[in-house]
């Protein structure tokens, strides 16, 4: 196989980086973006030349316009998409935002409605399931001190 061949079937995800938020009820922070019909994550994608912490941590300061410490890494999920291109997505631990924080906010009005922290068991029915499932492995690996690895928001040991 020459050198073009095999890059050719190189995979060339694009990655995506985001954080998890809470405030002093353990409530999770979510945003609604107007470009969907769904809740999300402050995060977005990773530019070239950018490692995916440093792409989350100029996302979240773009999209609320706070720049808190983004802490360890909690997620990665393998999100296959044959129509856009596979995703590579990054979750990383934003810790506990202080009221002095949130008072800070600024949402970047041209990409977010609105925002709110939330209860974790209503996490499923305001966003996706794969996203609910990459939350909920997040709030689980900031729990157990662990990094978790996902395929699709699922984890390929429990066999799903």
């Known amino acids: 196989m020459s050198e073009n061949e095999h890059e050719a079937k190189m995979a060339r995800p694009r990655m995506a980086a985001g954080a998890l938020f809470f405030d002093e009820s353990d409530r999770v922070l979510l945003v609604e973006p107007s470009y969907k019909d769904y809740h999300d994550i402050p995060g977005g994608y990773v530019e070239a030349g950018e490692s995916p912490r440093q792409a989350c941590v100029r996302e979240v300061q773009e999209e609320l316009g706070i720049a808190p410490h983004i802490g360890r890494l909690l997620v990665v999920d393998w999100a296959p998409n044959p129509g856009e291109g596979d995703k590579i997505l990054y979750l990383f631990d934003g810790g506990r935002l202080s009221a002095g924080d949130r008072r800070q906010i600024v949402l970047q009005a041209d990409e977010l409605r609105g925002y709110d922290f939330h ?20 709030i689980q690996a900031r729990t157990d001190s662990q990094t978790a690895y996902l395929e699709h928001g699922k984890s390929p040991e429990a066999g799903a």
């Open 119 to 138: 209860d974790v068991d209503r996490v499923p029915e305001l966003t996706i399931p794969r996203l609910a499932r990459r939350i909920a492995a997040g």
